[in-house]
């Protein structure tokens, strides 16, 4: 079988630590994932693996059949799209919204001197309406909302119409109404068979779209657990992934999590 992502005893050290620690996971083709795990566990360095951004310190990486250390990482990432919180902040505030996505296609933030053709930016102009921001397309992009900003960048990231998207807590800091409708738009995106291979990092179970398929819980460096999502999302699962007492509940395709409520004392009358 040809996976889209696979990774064999890969483990990254920093210092004393391996800050990943002997994670093999595979990724077919059709798939479309969700990273859980708290503060620290391990999920932006493995996506900085799996978008060929890191190498490991042991361990084998083959993305969309190119191995990491034997393939031009330069030529492998147009492959492979990213949105998260490191690279939005590269984004010069001044640049125009639409040439935001646009310059994606040449992998660069800031617009100078590229000749784009009128079909890339016809295929800007589709992303940016695919996640309801096309009104937005000539604002400067460090005026917008941060939940604008966070469509833009998925658009951006859309822009090399990549086989693999990785997605770095993109619901992070939006209300309620910007989850709910991101949340929405990343559920029809996971509906569409022509979509990428996707990976979504995120802290809340809240935040996982519809037609998701697979989680991985993350605990120290290393895969807690990772499956079908009715597999791996269970109340044992998630309390041990997490390190306190969790109850997990399933509502239509939703999901929600909160701390175990402890029994009550019963059986005593008051007064
Ligand atoms: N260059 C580095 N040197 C030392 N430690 C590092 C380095 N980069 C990351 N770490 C540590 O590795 C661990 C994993 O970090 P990582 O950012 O991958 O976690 P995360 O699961 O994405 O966390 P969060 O949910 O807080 O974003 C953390 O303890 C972090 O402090």
Redesign the pocket.
């Known amino acids: 079988m040809t996976w889209v992502l696979d990774l064999h005893n890969v483990s990254v050290r920093?210092?004393e630590?391996n800050?990943l620690d002997d994670v093999s996971w595979q990724i077919a083709e059709g798939e479309r994932w969700v990273v859980l795990?708290?503060?620290?566990?391990?999920?932006?360095?493995?996506l900085q693996i799996a978008s060929a951004r890191m190498h490991p310190t042991t361990g084998t990486v083959t993305i969309l059949g190119s191995q990491l250390g034997r393939v031009d990482v330069f030529e492998l990432r147009p492959r492979i799209g990213l949105a998260s919180a490191a690279l939005a902040e590269r984004i010069p505030p001044s640049e125009i919204v639409s040439d935001v996505v646009l310059t994606a296609a040449y992998a660069v933030t800031g617009r100078w001197r590229e000749a784009y053709e009128e079909l890339d930016q016809a295929r800007a102009d589709d992303l940016l309406a695919a996640f309801g921001v096309a009104h937005l397309a000539q604002r400067r992009f460090g005026t917008l909302s941060e939940g604008e900003r966070k469509r833009v960048q998925i658009a951006r990231a859309l822009m090399t119409d990549p086989e693999l998207l990785l997605l770095d807590?993109p619901a992070a800091g939006l209300d309620l109404g910007g989850r709910e409708e991101l949340v929405g738009a990343l559920a029809e995106l996971a509906a569409y068979p022509q979509s990428p291979v996707l990976v979504l990092?995120t802290?809340h179970v809240e935040e996982i779209p519809p037609g998701f398929t697979h989680v991985m819980l993350?605990r120290d460096?290393g895969i807690h657990i990772a499956g079908p999502v009715e597999d791996v999302l269970t109340d044992a699962h998630l309390s041990a992934a997490f390190g306190l007492d969790l109850e997990v509940t399933r509502t239509g395709d939703r999901w929600s999590a909160r701390a175990a409520q402890r029994a009550t004392r019963s059986g005593g009358h008051s007064g």
């Open positions: 920093r210092g630590k800050i795990g708290r503060n620290g566990a391990g999920k932006t360095t493995l807590e990092v802290h993350m460096g």
